[in-house]
């Protein structure tokens, strides 16, 4: 437990951690402002600053760059023999785990807490319904109807709070399966540029192949199959990125 919390605060403490919150929120503030700011209803707010297209191709990005690529540096240093020597190499890949998820996950889902919570506060208040002011050919503020049924449901009956935390919850289930992306191609290939690069080619390929109900860059959303099966398909990464890892630990430490 002693090396866990060690390995958690150093996940938390490098200079990509930051980087990478800082840089989605940039992203996300950014499309805030340019689509989505006094659009009327902070539902459609929310639901738009997570839609535009900028956001779900570069998302990938984020959450590898906090601790996945850490353990390259431990391999070509050594270090990971030190760590080997005092635990088994199955309890080190766990901890590994924990840590490299909680740091990705945390990336992507501080900076959705925080611009979801900006428009709630900017927007107009209210429980979020299936209309929003939009401007028609025009110019004019006209009144146009969200066909999103479910997170029309989800507003209407337990509030905006519950649509936040759902929202929250498919960024950090996102940043942390991502996040084991890049350690399993850290302990597959321990090379820092491509542990870093290799992710987000995977994402893009995954984006054009994968059908709706497993293609990452809809669930994180999850406004295309619904959000309880989005937050079951995220799970299901998950857990298939941490085999990953785990199988990429065993093979390292068998041939060492």
Not at 44 to 54: E, F, H, K, Q, R
Not at 132 to 161: C, H, K, P, W
Not at 203 to 211: D, E, G, S
Request: with cysteine; charged share 10%.
């Amino acid at each position: 437990m002693k090396f866990l919390w060690m390995d958690i605060k150093r996940s938390f403490a490098t200079s990509g951690f930051f980087a990478g919150i800082f840089g989605l929120g940039a992203l996300l503030m950014y499309n805030f402002i340019t689509e989505s700011f006094h659009s009327g209803s902070p539902y459609y707010a929310i639901v738009n600053i997570l839609a535009t297209s900028g956001f779900t191709v570069f998302l990938p990005v984020f959450p590898v760059l906090g601790y996945a690529a850490c353990f390259c540096g431990e391999y070509e240093s050594g270090y990971y023999r030190l760590v080997l020597a005092r635990m088994k190499p199955q309890k080190f890949a766990q901890i590994r785990i924990i840590s490299v998820a909680l740091s990705g996950g945390v990336i992507v889902a501080l900076p959705y807490l925080f611009v979801c919570l900006v428009a709630v506060y900017l927007e107009s208040p209210g429980v979020a319904d299936a209309n929003f002011l939009g401007l028609d050919a025009s110019g004019v503020n006209v009144l146009r109807v969200e066909t999103n049924i479910e997170m029309v449901a989800i507003g209407q009956n337990y509030g905006l709070g519950m649509m936040v935390a759902v929202k929250v919850l498919l960024g950090f289930l996102f940043g942390a399966t991502w996040a084991l992306v890049g350690l399993a191609f850290a302990v597959w290939m321990p090379n820092k540029y491509v542990s870093l690069i290799a992710p987000f080619v995977l994402y893009q390929a995954l984006y054009i192949l994968m059908p709706n109900c497993l293609n990452p860059a809809l669930l994180v959303r999850g406004d295309d199959i619904g959000h309880l099966l989005s937050v079951a398909a995220e799970c299901i990464w998950l857990f298939a990125a941490a085999v990953a890892v785990m199988a990429g630990f065993r093979r390292r430490c068998r041939d060492e």
